[in-house]
């Protein structure tokens, strides 16, 4: 029997132990079922993007027949979870070691079993694959901002050393020290002709070394690239062959997601989105039918938590905007989207003067350039339809640092400003004190704070960057406002 038709079996066998395995495997079973196997020899294990199971079959081989069925069950949690839909231009071996972060700990729970090396960090429980995202992204650039200090700290100190050594050398040795420099640098040519030699040796022995070692999955890297290097979604070029995420490496070692569609093709994601909604549904009807007639309850708080809807920031601070300011169509002003396509549509004005008062923490403990440019153009567009006549943007640490006024016709730019700690009392007294017509408010911090003031007049939302872990203990104390998390 050849080593592919090992391969095929080994999985034909471990999609029948699933479906067999109780209830649960039933659910799982009937969706690994509809996704489509494609051998994948440049995939380091597996990976899914909502129609196939690609999996490398030297890698899938060597699995035990438990870990073949817990790889299995990985890809479906990623698939329930809409990981292949919600990547949406993030780093994507990031993103995939999010979306593990997340899903594992329930899968080893229900008493599946993952291979060696499986992510897995208490840390993060509970949290989403995008929270996780934004997590570890905080603590990556903590990190190199410490090895930056400590890397300037030592060349502070290193500069000092020398200095101290050149005021200390007699004037007197300088020609002693010439010669012995001189004797040095003839031996160091002599050393360094022979190690350069040894050098340049060893870098044409690992150039001249197997391709495969090259990126660590069986593929060379090419500078121009073909469109299948970055985990991005391609063309299809034939049925069972798909062009996204090819080579892919897996840092969780037991699979991972491939976009369905290109991100920007919002169609082509919706109807992703549907296809598994629709197979889901199918799944339960097969779980309840194993079951007879009934869902269990684990099952169906499975599938509850991980299809949780998962609102765009954008979309909330969108919506609370246009709820927020009292509107009417009006042809008198011609709305600006549909000028260039040569349609003339009534836009969307205020039928009372609307006025958004935006306020930016810029204390010591954050910035975010994400965050900024979500504000930044929310606040552009809604000067721009005709959603707001005037924003004011504060720029507050424990008080008010700078404002600046936008009307109609105006570029909004929201720098950073200050330094200091957090405290929401007095920048939002002062918006009382010096704003009028307030239809909304915004404030972009991280929570952290141990006074949030009074509860102002106009409606408020909470834009929160940073740790949600730090934030959560804030927002629970926090005594007014809505809260959304602005995606790193």
């Known amino acids: 029997m050849s080593n592919v038709s090992q391969i095929t079996v080994a999985l034909a066998k471990a999609r029948t132990q699933l479906l067999m395995s109780g209830v649960s495997g039933a659910f799982h079973g009937a969706l690994a079922m509809s996704l489509v196997p494609v051998m994948r020899p440049d995939i380091e294990t597996a990976a899914t993007d909502g129609k196939h199971f690609f999996y490398n079959s030297a890698w899938f081989d060597s699995l035990s027949e438990r870990e073949r069925v817990g790889v299995l069950v990985h890809e479906i949690r990623h698939l329930i979870a809409l990981h292949h839909c919600r990547r949406n231009g993030r780093e994507l071996s990031e993103f995939n070691v999010a979306a593990d972060y997340a899903i594992n700990p329930g899968i080893v729970a229900d008493g599946f079993k993952l291979p060696a090396g499986v992510l897995i960090d208490p840390q993060y429980a509970g949290l989403s694959a995008e929270e996780i995202f934004r997590v570890r992204l905080v603590q990556q650039q903590q990190a190199a901002s410490q090895d930056q200090d400590q890397q300037s700290q030592e060349g502070d100190e290193s500069s000092e050393g020398e200095s101290d050594k050149s005021e200390q050398s007699p ?16 031996e160091s040519a002599e050393n360094g002709s022979e190690g350069d030699q040894d050098d340049t ?175 930044t153009s929310e606040l552009q567009g809604a000067l721009d339809n005709g959603a707001a006549d005037q924003i004011t943007v504060v720029y507050a640490d424990v008080d008010v640092t700078g404002t600046a006024e936008y009307f109609p016709g105006d570029k909004i730019e929201v720098e950073s400003t200050g330094g200091g700690g957090t405290d929401f009392a007095l920048p939002l007294q002062w918006v009382a004190d010096n704003c009028e017509n307030v239809a909304a408010i915004l404030y972009l911090t991280d929570m952290q704070t141990c006074d949030f003031g009074e509860e102002p007049e106009a409606p408020l939302l909470w834009l929160v960057c940073g740790d949600p872990r730090e934030a959560q203990p804030f927002i629970k104390a926090c005594p007014f406002g809505e809260v959304v998390y602005i995606d790193e």
Request: hydrophobic fraction near 30%; aromatic fraction near 2%.
């Open 201 to 375: 040796s060893e870098q044409q022995g690992e150039t001249e070394s197997d391709p495969s070692e090259v990126d660590g999955n069986g593929d060379t890297e090419s500078e121009e690239g073909d469109g299948k290097g970055n985990g991005e979604h391609g063309n299809e070029s034939s049925e069972g062959e798909n062009a996204s995420a090819a080579p892919i490496s897996d840092p969780g070692s037991c699979g991972g997601i491939m976009d369905a569609a290109p991100t920007l093709d919002a169609a082509a994601m919706a109807q992703a989105e549907s296809d598994i909604d629709q197979r889901i549904r199918q799944a339960i009807a097969v779980a309840r039918k194993a079951n007879g007639g009934e869902l269990p309850g684990d099952l169906a708080r499975l599938v509850g938590e991980l299809k949780a809807p998962k609102l765009d920031a954008r979309d909330m601070l969108r919506r609370f905007i246009d709820r927020s300011v009292s509107k009417t169509y009006a042809w008198t002003r011609p709305n600006k989207r549909y000028l260039s396509h040569g349609l003339t549509l009534p836009s969307l004005i205020s039928d009372r003067p609307g006025h958004i008062v935006a306020l930016v923490d810029v204390s010591g403990s954050l910035w975010s350039d994400a965050a900024q440019a979500a504000l």
């Open 171 to 186: 004037e007197g040795d300088s020609s002693d020290d010439s010669d012995e420099s001189s004797d040095d640098s003839g």
